[in-house]
C-alpha cells in the first residue's frame, strides 16, 4: 500500500531554517510526483511544494507556491525513497501542520483531492 512518514517539524524563530524529511516505505514513489502541502489552524489544506519524477536523464522539475518562493527547496532521493522540504528565512505565517504527499502523475502542482497518499503530518512553528 505505502507510507509516508514525516519528520523534522519543530518550534523555530523566525529567520530560522528548517529541514523536512519524508521518508517512504511500503512500496517505491519512483514513480510519483512527490509534495508537500500545509495546513494552517483554521485554514485549507494548500500546496507548498511538488518535484517531479525523475525523466530519463535523471532530471526533476520543481514547483512552488508563490508565498515560499526563494525560500523553500524541494528535492528527492529515490535510491533513499525519500523526499525533503528545505525552508529558510522561516515566517510566522509559516507555521502549520507539513504533510507529505503523493500523486502517481510526472509532475506539476495538484489539489489535495487529487493526492493518491498522505503522510500523518509535521507540526511547523514559527515565533515572531
Known amino acids: 500500500q505505502g507510507q509516508l512518514v514525516e519528520s523534522g517539524g519543530r518550534l523555530v524563530q523566525a529567520g530560522g531554517s528548517l529541514r523536512l524529511s519524508c521518508a517512504a516505505s511500503?512500496?517505491?514513489?519512483?514513480?510519483?510526483?512527490m509534495g508537500w502541502f500545509r495546513q494552517a489552524p483554521g485554514k485549507e489544506r494548500q500546496f507548498v511544494a511538488s518535484?517531479?519524477?525523475?525523466?530519463?536523464?535523471?532530471?526533476?522539475?520543481?514547483y512552488y507556491d508563490d508565498s515560499v518562493k526563494g525560500r523553500f527547496a524541494i528535492s528527492r532521493a529515490n535510491a533513499k525513497n525519500a523526499v525533503y522540504l528545505q525552508m529558510n528565512s522561516l515566517k510566522p505565517e509559516d507555521t502549520a501542520v507539513y504533510y507529505c504527499?503523493?500523486?502517481?502523475?510526472?509532475?506539476?502542482?495538484?489539489?489535495?483531492?487529487?493526492?493518491?497518499?498522505w503522510g500523518q503530518g509535521t507540526q511547523v512553528t514559527v515565533s515572531s
Open positions: 504527499a503523493a500523486r502517481r502523475v510526472q509532475g506539476g502542482t495538484w489539489n489535495p483531492s487529487e493526492t493518491d497518499h
Open positions: 518535484v517531479s519524477r525523475y525523466s530519463r536523464w535523471y532530471e526533476t522539475n520543481t
Open positions: 511500503g512500496r517505491t514513489f519512483s514513480d510519483y510526483a
